[in-house]
T-cell receptor, first 114, second 114 residues
Framework: EADIYQTPRYLVIGTGKKITLECSQTMGHDKMYWYQQDPGMELHLIHYSYGVNSTEKGDLSSESTVSRIRTEHFPLTLESARPSHTSQYLC?????????????FGPGTRLLVL | TQLLEQSPQFLSIQEGENLTVYCNSSSVFSSLQWYRQEPGEGPVLLVT?????EVKKLKRLTFQFGDARKDSSLHITAAQPGDTGLYLCAGVSDSTDSWGKFQFGAGTQVVVTP
């Protein structure tokens, strides 16, 4: 079982508010990721990090930002939330398992922007 | 362009029936993972396959990695309502333009009715 945590699990917020979605893992993984996913749809990579002080934008353009000051912590921030940001946000970390690199996911944060 | 194509997109079957989900690509993958995701939750890892031709079994689930490491299948025997969920394949491609990045299929929604 993966030890990766996300808070809050659910968030309802008004337009224009600043929010930070928290993600922590206790497995010591260097690589971490943020995905955006609408219900029942595919995952879209929005940010990733290969280690402390390393952050990169993913394939899907996003108005969010991330930071990686500590190995275990990879928060995502929206400076000004909009209804178009309504979605599920999934955090993951990866490691080598049985010869293959494997991702482990947190439970997700469901965001609703009114 | 999706590197990993999953089929079918949706599958509805009766309890006790068998089903197979496919994950195909024109690219070679160093490893492939299968996940199951329930609504409002993060994907949960089922298996990682790394060797061409490899077959792995997890209770009633059988996973196969193609000989050329370009495709994979998931077969469920005697499906149960608890098997309901979104099944996702993912992997790290060997192709130069996406080397080292995780690619995800769009998912297959499986519904097993009692």
């Amino acid at each position: 079982e993966a030890d990766i945590y996300q808070t809050p699990r659910y968030l309802v917020i008004g337009t224009g508010k600043k929010i930070t979605l928290e993600c922590s893992q206790t497995m010591g993984h260097d690589k971490m990721y943020w995905y955006q996913q609408d219900p029942g749809m595919e995952l879209h990579l929005i940010h990733y990090s290969y280690g402390v002080n390393s952050t990169e934008k993913g394939d899907l353009s996003s108005e969010s930002t991330v930071s990686r000051i500590r190995t275990e912590h990879f928060p995502l921030t929206l400076e000004s939330a909009r209804p178009s940001h309504t979605s599920q946000y999934l955090c993951a970390s990866s490691d080598w398992l049985a010869g293959g690199e494997t991702q482990y996911f947190g439970p997700g944060t469901r965001l609703l922007v009114l | 362009t999706q590197l990993l194509e999953q089929s079918p997109q949706f599958l509805s079957i009766q309890e006790g029936e068998n089903l197979t989900v496919y994950c195909n690509s024109s690219s070679v993958f160093s490893s492939l993972q299968w996940y199951r995701q329930e609504p409002g939750e993060g994907p949960v890892l089922l298996v990682t396959v790394v060797t061409g031709g490899e077959v792995k079994k997890l209770k009633r689930l059988t996973f196969q990695f193609g000989d050329a490491r370009k495709d994979s299948s998931l077969h469920i025997t005697a499906a149960q309502p608890g098997d309901t969920g979104l099944y996702l394949c993912a992997g790290v491609s060997d192709s130069t333009d996406s080397w080292g990045k995780f690619q995800f299929g769009a998912g297959t929604q499986v519904v097993v009715t009692p």
